[in-house]
């Protein structure tokens, strides 16, 4: 292999690269991005078994070839070299890196270790634009559970369907569903695609691009298409718990508010909530809601946020408490200048809503409070 190509298309690779790597010790090879040049393209691929990444760049390819280098290494090496052209030059198992006033050998591996990884998008291709699912992977990724004994709960729930596609994810205390349109599918599918990769996917495509994936439940694996990147993942085995028993069939009190102001008051209630296990209580009233939080050490707070409330039941002194960490996420998720909430019970999953989006719902437990 031999090869001319810019520095700051090398470097950006490989920082991207580094990401899907792993440093098991049983498997030194993980630890390697592989590269492979042919056909005027270089193609860096990295893999920890999880996930993987491929990546494809032009350059001036002299002569054909493949091996697999340290990533650390050669990233390390590349990051501290000036803007312009760098030669690559594989000599058996090692890598030449030369530019005009340096040049490095850098020990590899034989390429025939690396694992095999997906180059291309599979035919059951969905397309959707960036922008889009972008904003509905912001919009769920923030209540997938962390808990690695629950493993379904650490990935997004994806049901594709005729016209249609729907990620939900729930750590037990929350949950986010996002509906957007697909065009042409026929056969219902439902997969579970873990958290990592999907935030993989929202910093490495660009808004104005097209992004397109494609499954094999078979595989059991996802791959992801942007412009000169491929990225795959394995999919998450087992069921997903039933989400659609705990959504809220009917509600008794409606409040429409501002979600920038709501935000501040949460966040000010914060403040004491701290001390408190970070619960804070909203009192609903006829034209606001007050949001409190009190700390036995520090002191306590109360704010009014005007509303709209509509109120069925005329039920007064409605109090209900919520961890005011899952509220901060869910306003800081959202893009819209209103929030509708609807409650039916204290001790009933409320339920938050954007009044612009049909299609985005967000289901929050309260926290039991004593009288």
Same mark, same amino acid.
């Given at each position: ?106 020990? +590899? ?6 694992? @095999?990884? #997906?180059? !291309?998008?599979? =035919?059951?291709?969905?397309? %959707?634009? $960036? *922008? ?51 065009? +042409? ?6 997969? @579970?695609? #873990?958290? !990592?990769?999907? =935030?993989?996917?929202?910093? %490495?495509? $660009? *808004? ?74 909203? *009192? ?88």
């Amino acid at each position: 292999m031999k090869l001319t190509i810019l520095q700051e298309n090398l470097s950006k690779s490989l920082q991207i690269c580094s990401r899907f790597t792993s440093m098991k010790v049983q498997l030194p090879v993980l630890a390697n991005v592989y590269l492979k040049a042919n056909n005027n393209r270089l193609t860096m691929s990295a893999t920890n078994l999880e996930m993987s990444v491929s990546i494809g760049m032009g350059g001036k390819i002299t002569e054909g070839g493949e091996i697999t280098i340290p990533v650390r290494i050669i990233n390390d090496i590349v990051n501290n070299l000036p803007l312009g052209q760098i030669q690559l030059e594989s000599e058996k198992e090692s890598l030449k890196i030369k530019t005009q006033d340096f040049e490095s050998y850098v020990l +590899g591996m034989n390429p025939s270790d690396f694992p @095999i990884i #997906p180059y !291309n998008i599979g =035919s059951n291709e969905i397309k %959707l634009p $960036s *922008k889009d699912l972008l904003s509905a992977f912001n919009l769920v990724l923030f209540s997938v559970s962390n808990d690695e004994t629950r493993p379904t709960l650490t990935g997004v729930l994806m049901i594709i369907k005729e016209n249609e596609l729907v990620l939900v994810a729930t750590d037990g205390f929350r949950l986010s569903q996002k509906k957007l349109k697909l065009k +042409g599918l026929k056969d219902e599918v439902k997969i @579970i695609v #873990p958290k !990592n990769v999907l =935030s993989e996917i929202t910093r %490495l495509v $660009s *808004k104005e691009e097209m992004l397109s994936f494609s499954y094999k439940k078979t595989d059991k694996q996802i791959v992801f298409g942007m412009p000169n990147i491929i990225v795959a993942s394995r999919l998450i085995e087992g069921e997903f718990p039933d989400f659609e028993r705990i959504i809220p069939k009917e509600t008794k009190i409606k409040i429409s508010l501002d979600r920038e102001e709501f935000l501040r008051s949460v966040k000010l209630a914060s403040v004491f909530a701290k001390d408190a296990a970070n619960v804070i209580k909203l *009192k609903v009233n006829k034209d606001n809601i007050e949001v409190s939080a009190e700390s036995a050490r520090s002191g306590s707070q109360k704010a009014k946020v005007e509303a709209k409330v509509v109120n069925e039941d005329n039920t007064k002194d409605f109090v209900i408490a919520y961890n005011c960490r899952f509220i901060e996420d869910l306003l800081n998720s959202m893009e819209s200048d209103d929030l509708l909430m609807e409650f039916s019970d204290a001790n009933a999953p409320g339920l938050f809503l954007n009044e612009k989006d049909q299609n985005f719902m967000h289901i929050i437990m309260p926290v039991r409070i004593q009288d």
